[in-house]
């Protein structure tokens, strides 16, 4: 329980165990070094590009009190971001302004979860005539 992110300890779905979210395997901001390019033109040195990774509380569950499936969404995206600008350089010299999403910080939000009917895959029957 100690490596668990606060307000993740639930039970499971058969109510024998407790489970979280680890703290290493939740919602936060990641960064990767990239030159930026654009339309030909290209950052002069590599940019620090903050992006958001990790898992979050989702789960399907019968519910007793609504006999039917109970279900809980949530995806890792940022809540927090700024936009940044850059200087791209060309190659015919010009040097131009870029803007792009800076995220700041990440966490996890609920979404909508749909269940898309299972439909039988169709087969198409080929005939040959000989």
Known sequence: ???????TVQTSADGCCKIC???????KTVSTKTFVM?????SYNEVAIPYCEGTCNTFTKYSKAAAAMQHSCSCCRETRSSNRT???HCLNGDVVPYTYIHVEECGCGHTDCTSAAALPARRRRSSTLV
């Open 38 to 42: 654009h339309k030909g033109c290209q």
């Open 86 to 88: 850059i200087d791209l």
């Open 21 to 27: 979210l680890e703290r290493e395997k939740g919602c």
């Open 1 to 7: 329980m100690s490596n668990c992110l606060p307000g």
